[in-house]
């Protein structure tokens, strides 16, 4: 899954990016962006050798950094239902949140997380809501952008074979 954000600057010339969750998009989370990656108006990922790193002081920084690339992973919910991400493999959460579909989130929600990881990762999460065929969720997701459904049930792997 690819997406693209398009990068801010501030007074002083640092890039950065805003990630939105919560109410009326009240909750930003920034990430700044180095300035080998933030040449261009915006970001896509997955970003390949980059890595997020979070400071002392609770801040993000998307920064070069071989062998290591940064997904940004989103599970959208059915209509007035919930998403979220349970866990990942051969991968690291490094933030995520939560972008409403409405201002109160009433009509359902998106749950997004970013991720450092490395040729490819596993996300495991759920959905629910009106018009949603499956409430499991098990992806990976390659640094080139491409994207698999996993089958977790042994006995579909077992009539697979």
């Not at 600057?9 to 300035?35: M, P, Q």
């Not at 992973?73 to 998403?83: H, K, L, T």
């Not at 640094?143 to 089958?151: P, S």
Request: aromatic content about 8%.
């Amino acid at each position: 899954m690819k997406k693209e954000i398009s990068v801010k600057k501030n007074e002083r010339g640092f890039g950065y990016i805003e990630l939105v969750s919560g109410a009326h998009d009240h909750i930003k989370t920034r990430v700044w962006v180095h300035g080998s990656i933030a040449c261009e108006e915006t970001i896509e990922f997955p970003v390949q050798n980059a890595r997020v790193h979070s400071t002392e002081k609770g801040g993000y920084v998307l920064r070069p950094d071989t062998n290591s690339t940064v997904y940004w992973v989103s599970i959208p919910s059915g209509y007035r239902g919930d998403a979220g991400v349970e866990r990942v493999e051969n991968g690291e959460i490094v933030c995520g949140g939560k972008e409403f579909h409405s201002g109160q989130g009433s009509l359902g929600l998106t749950a997004w997380v970013v991720i450092n990881g490395e040729k490819y990762i596993n996300v495991y999460g759920h959905r629910s809501g009106r018009r949603v065929d499956d409430e499991n969720v098990s992806i990976r997701y390659y640094k080139d952008g491409e994207e698999e459904q996993l089958i977790i049930d042994s006995e579909v792997c077992e009539l697979l074979k």
